[in-house]
């Protein structure tokens, strides 16, 4: 299914519904079976053109699937899909919404971070991993990291405005660091430098560190037209993993 979003009716709908501006994957390619833990969550209400998807995450485990707290609300019930080509109809898993409790926090902190917990384990898709505790305290300046999502593929700037361009196709992009702190990894998108990254509709989707299936972020916020930055939620701190404690064994 492809949709268009005029970039003032992307950004209203982020903010009424987010707070904060979600993302999806630009200058990247189709995923394929490349990441088939990387979910997207399944908007319920029936459009003209079907359903489609409106934030990403990942399973990192039978029973719990990561994403960002801003995507639904906090105990509510939610489908997520692992198709890489979504369409209306396709397979979907139901479980329950659960935000960390102290979201929304300050910048320096957000707590933008959720879980969905599966009514029935999945099975046949083996989980992402996470990090161990402070892992990315320290990363070489030429770190690379690889972003997938559901979100739009492509940002055209015409009379009208900027449109998001979506298929609700799962892609990824590769992203190098711009820089490291507290509680976030802020990665390069810039295409004119090689990297590609996130845009609307990819928030609470995965950033794997390099090639590997590793999370060390997932996706939060970045520039309005997603050309510059992937601003990332760490899960190596202290905070992320007191709350994915609750959920899941902790390495």
Same mark, same amino acid.
């Given at each position: 299914?492809?949709?268009? !979003?005029?970039?003032?009716?992307?950004?209203?709908?982020?903010?009424?519904?987010?707070?904060?501006?979600?993302?999806?994957?630009?200058?990247?390619?189709? $995923?394929?079976?490349? *990441?088939?833990?990387?979910?997207?969550?399944?908007?319920?209400?029936?459009?003209?053109? #079907?359903?489609?998807?409106?934030?990403?995450? =990942?399973?990192?485990?039978?029973?719990? !699937?990561?994403?960002? =707290?801003?995507?639904?609300?906090?105990?509510?019930?939610?489908?997520? /899909?692992?198709?890489?080509?979504?369409?209306?109809? $396709?397979?979907? @898993?139901?479980?329950?919404?659960?935000?960390?409790?102290?979201?929304?926090?300050? +910048? +320096?902190?957000?707590?933008?971070?959720?879980?969905?917990?599966?009514?029935?384990?999945?099975? #046949?898709?083996?989980?992402?991993?996470?990090? /161990?505790?402070?892992?990315?305290?320290?990363?070489?300046?030429? %770190?690379? !990291?690889?972003?997938?999502? @559901?979100?739009?593929?492509?940002?055209?700037? #015409?009379?009208?405005? *900027? %449109?998001?361009?979506?298929?609700?196709?799962? %892609?990824?992009?590769?992203?190098?660091?711009? =820089?490291?702190?507290?509680?976030?990894?802020?990665? +390069?998108?810039?295409?004119?430098?090689?990297?590609? #990254?996130?845009? @609307?509709?990819?928030?609470?989707?995965?950033?794997?560190?390099?090639?590997? +299936? /590793?999370?060390? =972020?997932?996706?939060?916020?970045?520039?309005?037209?997603?050309?510059?930055?992937?601003?990332? @939620?760490?899960?190596?701190?202290?905070?992320?993993?007191? !709350?994915?404690?609750?959920?899941?064994?902790?390495?």
């Amino acid at each position: 299914m492809r949709r268009v !979003f005029l970039m003032f009716v992307a950004a209203l709908a982020a903010a009424l519904a987010c707070g904060s501006v979600a993302e999806a994957i630009t200058n990247g390619q189709p $995923d394929g079976n490349r *990441h088939p833990n990387v979910g997207g969550l399944v908007n319920g209400t029936q459009y003209s053109d #079907g359903t489609w998807l409106y934030c990403s995450g =990942a399973l990192i485990s039978p029973t719990v !699937f990561l994403t960002a =707290a801003h995507c639904a609300d906090d105990g509510s019930n939610v489908r997520v /899909t692992f198709d890489p080509a979504y369409k209306d109809g $396709d397979k979907t @898993y139901a479980g329950t919404f659960q935000a960390d409790p102290a979201y929304p926090g300050p +910048s +320096s902190d957000s707590h933008d971070i959720a879980v969905v917990v599966f009514d029935e384990p999945v099975t #046949g898709i083996e989980p992402a991993e996470l990090p /161990t505790a402070n892992r990315f305290n320290r990363l070489p300046k030429d %770190q690379r !990291f690889t972003s997938a999502g @559901y979100g739009a593929y492509e940002v055209t700037n #015409g009379p009208g405005g *900027h %449109q998001y361009l979506y298929d609700d196709v799962r %892609q990824y992009a590769t992203g190098t660091l711009n =820089a490291i702190n507290k509680t976030w990894l802020r990665i +390069s998108m810039n295409a004119s430098t090689g990297n590609g #990254g996130t845009c @609307y509709g990819d928030s609470g989707g995965p950033n794997f560190l390099g090639d590997t +299936s /590793t999370i060390a =972020a997932i996706t939060i916020t970045g520039d309005a037209v997603c050309r510059s930055t992937n601003v990332t @939620y760490r899960l190596d701190t202290a905070s992320a993993r007191d !709350f994915l404690d609750d959920y899941v064994a902790l390495p």
